[in-house]
């Protein structure tokens, strides 16, 4: 874990990442279409015909999709880069931070955000406030990094990754909170009711390029994320339910 930055280096790390951010993100069976499938899957679950609000939606990749089954599909974001990519395609986005959201209390039926709050030093700030535009009975999806991980080994094994030829992933603070972490974290009248576990047996990115492999990864990640073994999920998408 690395020492808190300011959000104006988080800021920018983000408008610096916006430049290659879809890069390896259009291939309908590699590596990021299976994360991005059991997100969205997850979240039309309960969002279809809702209102829906993404915490850091970037350049609008999963908010494009969810603006096709909810009622109403809102984002924020802290980086104007990536914001101008999610305004190209025409979705309802604006600048903000997760620890302290433009709405009025009370305006989704479901709140999501997805490898957004590793990156937040204030993390029980940012439920809480997750939770505070969230509707009474409505749901807050929540992904964390897990350390319980392949993917965990594979980041400790391999280290930061590269965003651009000068800058690595340590330029940004990461986070892991290991499931049992999680309800600690909650704010009041905010409960864990079910998860799913997101990278659970996938030992790389790498392996989504190997067509008989790639097969095999994508229908035992489709088959495990919502049972026991969602525990050992590379991200661990809690949901989370506001009475």
Known sequence: MHAPRDLSATRAYY?????????HR??????????????????ERY???RDVLECGCGTGLLLDRIAKFARSAKGIDLSPGMLEQARAR????????????????ASFDVTCAFKVLAH???????????????????????????PLSLRALAKR?????KISDATRESAVYTRMD???????????????????GVRIVTPAALAMRVPGLRRVLW????????????????????????S
């Not at 094994?157 to 990754?161: F, L």
């Not at 994320?225 to 809690?238: L, P």
């Open 15 to 23: 408008d610096e990442f916006a430049t290659a951010y879809e890069r």
């Open 26 to 43: 259009h291939d309908p069976r590699g590596y990021h279409a299976l994360l991005d499938d059991l997100e969205i899957d997850l979240t």
């Open 47 to 49: 969002g279809a015909g």
């Open 90 to 105: 025409g979705l309802d986005v604006q600048e903000g931070s997760v620890t302290q959201l433009p709405f009025d209390a």
């Open 120 to 146: 937040v030093p204030e993390i029980g700030k940012a439920l809480a406030e997750m939770a505070r535009v969230t509707r009474p009975g409505g749901v807050v999806l929540a992904e964390f990094y897990n």
């Open 157 to 161: 094994m391999a280290g930061p990754g």
């Open 178 to 196: 290991a499931p049992w972490i999680i309800p600690r974290l909650l704010p009041p009248g905010v409960h864990v009711e079910a998860a799913r």
């Open 219 to 242: 229908k035992a990640e489709h088959l495990l994320a919502d049972t026991a073994a969602s525990f050992f999920g590379g991200f661990y998408v809690a949901v989370l339910r506001k």
